[in-house]
Nanobody, 122 residues
């Protein structure tokens, strides 16, 4: 069974940090660019970050630049999202996706994970 499984979400205070993981089973992530997306209550899903299959290219939404870092370990078949200086507006369900890029953006989604909740609150 082909699966992407996110982990690492939780409740954190403003200014805190979390590291999300996206692990694949049933297939290898090597051939895919991986995107992190998020959806807050009442809002549309938005792209947060994207990393190329080799890990050589990354991009970020303006709202998270300088605070979030995406990385991948293809040997572990896992992609990470390090989130620092978290703000209440970062509260959302975070999803990873195995994608195909268009102009270096993770736009064509082949597989979605089930999501992990991140809540930033004091």
């Amino acid at each position: 069974q082909l699966q992407l499984v996110e982990s690492g979400g939780g409740l954190v205070q403003p200014g805190g940090s979390l590291r999300l993981s996206c692990a694949a089973s049933g297939f290898t992530l090597d051939y895919y660019a991986i995107g992190w997306f998020r959806q807050a209550p009442g809002k549309e899903r938005e792209g947060v970050s994207c990393i190329s299959s080799s890990g050589g290219r990354t991009n970020y939404a303006d709202s998270v630049k300088g605070r979030f870092t995406i990385s991948r370990d293809n040997a572990k078949n896992t992609v990470y999202l390090q989130m620092n200086s978290l703000k209440p507006e970062d509260t959302a369900i975070y999803y990873c996706a195995a994608t195909q890029t268009v102009q270096n953006m993770c736009l064509i989604v082949h597989y979605w994970g089930q999501g992990t909740q991140v809540t930033v609150s004091s």
